[in-house]
């Protein structure tokens, strides 16, 4: 009875399962695996998505730090030209007062020269007024004595005395 | 699965509360025991009646008041066509004949020798009708999950048979078949649910030994090979009555045996699936008989241990039974339509993602 297949069961068994199978795979299996496959296909380009954000934040870190770097190198050069043009600017307003300096001590030498001839003319001057005067009043006293008279031009000479 | 058993039991237990009758019930010194007509107990021919096929659907039997749902039966012949009735017809313990037929043991004969086919609802039948109902309600409802949760994680019944689904794609489907898997999934993903839905409903009380059927096994196992020769290539046919690697002269001797093979692998498939379901079977209610035999309460509870351990074995069985019974019918499937680059003698695949490779022989 066991090994014994009997026809009914064959042939109704044939018949469910076909139908199940056909039952099955229009609104079971096709909906399941195809809605398995696009979750499968949604993940999988959700992490390629992300493996390209992660790029191109990399390419982006990239281009900041060259950026970066590049704005580092422009403030050094910055900085540098600054100091130099500074110090050129400090040794140029150095050498302008040292030679103002310079002209003004030239200047200064100059009048004090011009003072001293002026002054060198008033003694001169002063002087030949200093003789006349002398000679005026020894005129005026020459007649009482002459070894006074030669006593006080000497005296007068050494009262004087030239630069 | 939680909704659907309940709904199940309530199916299944409906027919009892018909066939009741509270006027006939035993009384306490009836023993509640299988009785043959002489009234002793027989473990060999009970254990037969449980795991054959029926013209009714037996349930127990309290005394000499059997609790069964009657099946229609269904018969056509040549001569006078159709015919549909109730196996009550045949009355108690189908020892009446009706309408030119009657029952030979489960055996439908007319009384005059004529030619008749058996179409009947049988047991079998209508448990394999059960099933499918309940296989079309669980995937149509999983399948509905994925409408309804598009885009979300899976829940409840979708969230526990995904997996297996993906178990079945992943693991048998595409590694034994290889890149053409598309088109074998449905198949596969079928028999392996309706294996493994009958192996469990097998194991309920009072069901029909569906797996267990020489007939379920044999068309699934001559599907398979249908499948395998109508979608077989070119390289398999060459292997069969070319064999490549063997001497010239042994090629002649290989092509009986490859034929063979091409027979005994879906033999295999129809012997392995009965005899596993049937072994379990036959091994659980040995031991329930065991307290018949021996007539005494007091084998009872080594009987209920050892039957609940075999039980326990057997919800492994049915699901292992089914994925044997899927992965080789895969395999089978893969070895008709794997392509090859050149000849292929199992030594070394053609490449990384080549399928696993089924010579069987």
């Known amino acids: 009875m066991l090994t014994n297949p009997s026809f009914g069961l064959l042939f109704w068994q044939l018949a469910i399962f076909v139908i199940l199978l056909l039952i099955l795979r229009a609104f079971a299996w096709k909906p399941i695996l195809a809605a398995l496959s696009e979750r499968e296909e949604s993940i999988e380009g959700a992490l390629r998505q992300a493996d390209q954000a992660k790029l191109e934040m990399q390419a982006l870190k990239a281009d900041n730090d060259k950026l970066l770097a590049e704005a580092r190198m422009e403030r050094d050069r910055i900085l540098k030209e600054a100091g130099a043009m500074s110090n050129q600017l400090i040794e140029t307003a150095k050498q302008k007062a040292t030679d103002e300096g310079a002209r003004l001590i030239m200047q200064a030498r100059e009048a004090i020269q011009n003072e001293k001839q002026a002054a060198l003319a008033e003694v001169k001057n002063t002087a030949a007024q200093l003789s006349i005067d002398i000679a005026e009043r020894i005129l005026r006293r020459e007649l009482t004595d002459a070894t006074a008279q030669k006593q006080l031009v000497t005296d007068y000479l050494q009262e004087v005395k030239l630069n | 699965m939680k909704r659907f058993l309940p709904f199940l039991f309530w199916i299944l237990t409906l027919p009892v509360f018909a066939q009741e009758h509270p006027t006939e019930v035993s009384t306490t010194a009836d023993t509640q025991v299988e009785a043959t007509e002489e009234g002793k107990f027989n473990a060999g021919e009970m254990i037969l009646h449980h795991v054959g096929d029926s013209h009714e659907w037996h349930f127990t039997s309290i005394g000499e008041n059997h609790v069964t749902l009657p099946l229609p039966i269904i018969a056509y012949r040549p001569d006078k066509g159709l015919s549909v009735f109730s196996s009550s017809r045949f009355g108690h313990e189908f020892k009446e004949s009706y309408d030119g037929l009657k029952l030979e043991h489960e055996h439908l004969v007319t009384e005059d020798g004529s030619t008749v086919y058996d179409l009947s609802i049988t047991k079998n039948v209508a448990s394999m009708l059960i099933s499918v109902l309940l296989l079309i309600l669980v995937f149509t409802s999983v399948a509905a999950g994925y409408k309804k949760n598009h885009g979300r994680a899976p829940k409840g019944l979708q969230s526990f048979f995904e997996p297996i689904i ?46 267990g059927n020489l007939a379920v096994t044999f068309l699934f196992a001559f599907i398979t090979l249908l499948i395998t020769t109508f979608s077989s290539n070119k390289y398999y046919w060459s292997h069969i009555f070319w064999t490549p690697g063997v001497p010239l002269w042994l090629r002649p001797i290989m092509i009986p045996v490859e034929l063979i093979g091409v027979i005994s692998k879906p033999f295999s498939l129809m012997v392995r699936l009965f005899a596993n379901i049937t072994a379990g079977h036959i091994i659980i209610l040995s031991f329930i008989s065991l307290i018949f035999i021996f007539n005494t309460v007091a084998v009872s509870p080594l009987s209920l241990a050892f039957g609940l351990f075999i039980n326990c074995l057997e919800l492994l069985v049915a699901l292992l039974q089914a994925y044997i019974f899927t992965l080789l019918t895969a395999m089978y499937i893969g070895g008709a339509v794997e392509e090859h680059d050149d000849h292929d003698y199992g030594i070394g695949g053609d490449d990384a993602d080549a399928p696993a490779h089924a010579h069987a022989h």
């Open chain 2, 166 to 211: 993906l178990f079945v794609r992943d693991e048998i489907a595409k590694k034994a078949i290889g890149p053409k898997y598309k088109k074998f999934l449905p198949y596969l993903l079928t028999i392996f649910f309706f294996i493994w839905f009958n192996n469990l409903l097998g194991l309920l009380p009072g069901a029909a030994n569906l797996t």
